[in-house]
């Protein structure tokens, strides 16, 4: 089975400050990493994802993760963060067997200050 | 692409009576829709995996008479909780997979019940 962790519920970070949102990750074969952000009373929205190709992915909205196994983590970055980054972010992992279902972290909200 | 819709978004019902929630794939035919639940401030978790023409998986912990699940075509999967309490208030998301390695995500349905 795997698992997700994500370090730290609440995140908050001025403007056009570095964002760092900590994922690590357990899993028994080589996993599939996803970054997901969610904004207040909608679903969720892929950012990034992670499938064994380059280790350093590029998503939407100038968000990217790095895929270091030998840390098993997946942290997601942003170099400057806008207001319009206060959201929920999750990350997930699967595994390319059977349902390839999710399993989620328990999310970190980030806040933007101005 | 890849576009998920949720119907309704918002339904509140009276304790006892049966709610349908439907999931469809606007622009891609999904091989598998998965059903989250999300209470406030927490994490998604999986309900049950559905594949077309086939019966759904459920979780454990997860009552497959009370959340029953029909996945009729390729493009649209329902969830109907029967005889709904208070407790089964909750965000219920839906999410469709084409057969990669990516979910996309519905904009979730908020269940109250009275």
């Known amino acids: 089975a795997q698992s997700v962790t994500q370090l730290g519920s609440h995140v908050s970070v001025s403007e056009g400050a570095l964002v760092l949102l900590r994922c690590n990750y357990s899993?028994?074969?080589?996993?599939?990493l996803f970054w997901y952000v969610q904004y207040p009373n909608q679903g969720l929205q892929l950012l990034l994802k992670y499938t064994s190709a380059a280790t350093l992915v590029k998503g939407i909205n100038g968000f990217e993760a790095e895929f270091k196994k030998s840390e098993t983590s997946f942290h997601l970055t942003k170099p400057s963060a806008h207001m319009s980054d206060a959201a929920e972010y999750f990350c997930a992992v699967s595994v390319d067997t059977g349902r390839r279902a999710l399993t989620f972290g328990s999310g970190t909200r980030l806040q933007v200050q101005p | 692409g890849a576009v998920v819709s949720q119907h309704p978004s918002r339904v509140i019902c009276k304790s006892g009576t049966s709610v349908k929630i439907e999931c469809r794939s606007l622009d891609f035919q999904a091989t598998t829709m998965f059903w989250y639940r999300q209470f406030p401030k927490q994490s998604l978790m999986l309900m049950a995996t559905s594949n077309e023409g086939s019966k759904a998986t459920y979780e454990q912990g997860v009552e497959k008479d009370k959340f029953l699940i029909n996945h009729a075509s390729l493009t649209l999967s329902t969830l109907t909780v029967t005889s709904a309490h208070p407790e089964d208030s909750s965000f219920y998301i839906c999410s469709a997979r084409t057969g990669g390695d990516t979910q996309y995500f519905g904009p979730g349905t908020r269940l109250t019940v009275l």
């Open positions: 899993s028994s074969v080589p996993p599939y």
